[in-house]
């Protein structure tokens, strides 16, 4: 069983929805969750990271982490053609821990 | 104040030849990881080095490829008589000490890798 799963894609929205990314973890040891983008050919960026059951909100992000599910996802709202990328969801245990990533998500906002 | 940097950015090499793929921590950052990417998958891990010390290397073939983080320089991935299936992108990312380290990895530019 991966560790970290998201489903692979290709999700495409119109723009100015909303999408919804999301990801299952298997370690219930892990303990923060990260959100990152990376565009073609460049490398990945944080977008958001949650360690807390609930909801955070920046901007047009929104993590949500649910830790009796293992189950975190990210929405978009509003979203614009320069949020097409692929998504990578990672999970974290604690110092002296690797960061798992899991496969990603290719999302398309179509104009 | 300079981000993760590695070189070179791109690398072609011959089947057999040996690829040096080095990577210079964020200043202040102490710890260094190296991830794999090959096209359209995500982000394989391979190693978390503190200087001068490997803490995890479960993700490393266990032959052809070593990595080192020297007191002194930058980390370096090395990979032994390169086959076609070494190609791929390489990404370094750093991190503070254990201490100040809440999960968030600062990633290089990644060195990109050809096999002929």
């Known amino acids: 069983q991966k560790e970290v799963e998201q489903n692979s894609g290709p999700l495409s929205v119109p723009e100015g929805a909303i999408a919804s990314l999301n990801c299952t973890y298997s370690d219930r040891g892990s303990q923060s969750f990260f959100w990152y983008r990376q565009y073609s050919g460049k490398s990945p960026e944080l977008i958001m990271f949650?360690?807390?059951?609930g909801d955070k909100e920046d901007g047009r992000f929104t993590a949500q982490l649910n830790k009796a599910s293992q189950y975190v996802s990210l929405l978009i709202r509003d979203s614009q053609p320069s949020d097409s990328a692929t998504y990578l969801c990672?999970?974290?245990?604690?110092?002296?821990?690797?960061?798992?990533f899991g496969p990603g998500t290719s999302l398309s906002v179509i104009p | 104040n300079a981000g993760v940097m590695q070189n070179p950015r791109h690398l072609v090499r011959r089947r057999g030849q040996e690829a040096r793929l080095r990577c210079s921590p964020m200043k202040g950052h102490s710890h260094v990881y190296w991830y794999r990417q090959l096209p359209e998958e995500g982000l394989k891990f391979m190693v978390y080095?503190?200087?001068?010390?490997?803490?995890?290397e479960s993700g490393m073939p266990k032959e052809r490829f070593s990595a080192e983080f020297p007191k002194e320089g930058p980390s370096i991935l090395r990979i032994q008589q390169v086959v076609r299936g070494d190609s791929a992108a390489y990404f370094c990312?750093?991190?503070?000490?254990?201490?100040?380290?809440?999960?968030?990895?600062?990633f290089g530019e990644g060195s990109r890798l050809t096999v002929l």
């Open positions: 080095l503190q200087k001068e010390n490997i803490i995890d």
């Open positions: 990312a750093s991190s503070p000490e254990a201490g100040a380290y809440t999960g968030e990895l600062f």
């Open positions: 990672a999970g974290w245990k604690t110092s002296y821990d690797k960061v798992i």
């Open positions: 949650i360690y807390s059951n």
